[in-house]
């Protein structure tokens, strides 16, 4: 077999389920932030952790395999990523997120892949579309810290220097952070949230942690049939239009086009692909997290959301690319 064409890189690829498992058994164990703490063999890792010292050395040489650990004789240390992100004690720590990115849900769907590519959507019809799906409850317990880059950055686009009271929408608010980070901005502004109400219960516990209980308000029910009441200067879309099908968001965009004021703006976060739908990863990747998981949801391309939003009446829209995060926001106008 020729050294240059081997079958290495397909069989990594076969196991690569292999890595979430170790990375969410580290999670949970708590492994990074004992390392961080200063335990640096197998045995004292094992005794903070309450586990066994045999599968502690285990998984944490295969962590050092994946870059994540490195080792040294008998001692084990955090590699910077790791640091940052999964010690427990870090302000960036992400290790929440596994609840949702390997909850059972996303497993579930994705072991239905092949029957989902026949189909062309979720292959039991019981995607993350339908009515106070559980998975979103996870969503919004453990991707606050992912989310909270783009939080800032949207709040910032949307108040800039602006303190006048504002109206804004948030729109599938989950955990609220998007409107809680213009509140926080914007003293004058006042919040809308709108969710499934088993949702909507943690978003008002995150409001009152925020001291801005007296500012939120909250419509409980499904976007495309519940009163929006209104009228508003800024309607969010987090997250939310790559769950539908074109023609679907075109109607979605109209009911919020409906109660938007006179030049009001709709800030759209998603992953938004290049063109050739194959770059850049994270964003193009996404498509197959939507045909696993909704039944005609997809990631769409900058002049597809162009496209989605001018059908809707909208004047304009501009792409702006965000830091430390894979998504864009979309910023879309009205006359």
Known sequence: ????????RIFGIMSAFQQSAALKAAIELELFSAIGEGNSTAGKIAERCQASERGIRILADF?????????E?????????????????SPAYLGAMTTFLGGKNIQQQFSSLTEAVRKGG??????????????????ATSME???????????????????DAIEVLDVAASHGLFGFAIAQRNPQARITALDWENVLQITRANAARWGLADRVRTIAGDVFTVD???????VLLTNLLHHFDFETNVRLLQR?????????????????????RISPPASATFSLVMLASTPAGDAYTFSEFERMFA???????ALVPLQDTPEALILSQLA
């Open 73 to 89: 004789g008998l001692n084990y240390s955090l590699a910077p990523e790791a640091a940052l992100f999964l010690d427990r004690k």
């Open 145 to 163: 810290a992912m989310m909270g880059p783009a939080a800032q950055q949207i709040a910032q686009a949307v108040t800039g220097s602006r303190q």
């Open 122 to 139: 979720v292959a039991d019809n019981q995607g993350s579309t339908v009515t106070e799906y559980e998975g979103w409850i996870d969503f």
């Open 63 to 71: 962590l050092c395999v994946l870059g994540l650990l490195s080792k």
């Open 256 to 276: 919020i086009k409906a109660v938007l004021k006179p030049g009001g703006q709709v800030l759209t976060l998603e992953f938004v692909p290049n063109e050739d």
């Open 1 to 8: 077999m020729s050294a240059q064409i081997n079958p290495v």
């Open 228 to 234: 929006l009441a209104g009228p508003y200067d800024v």
């Open 311 to 317: 059908e809707a009446g909208f004047a304009s829209s």
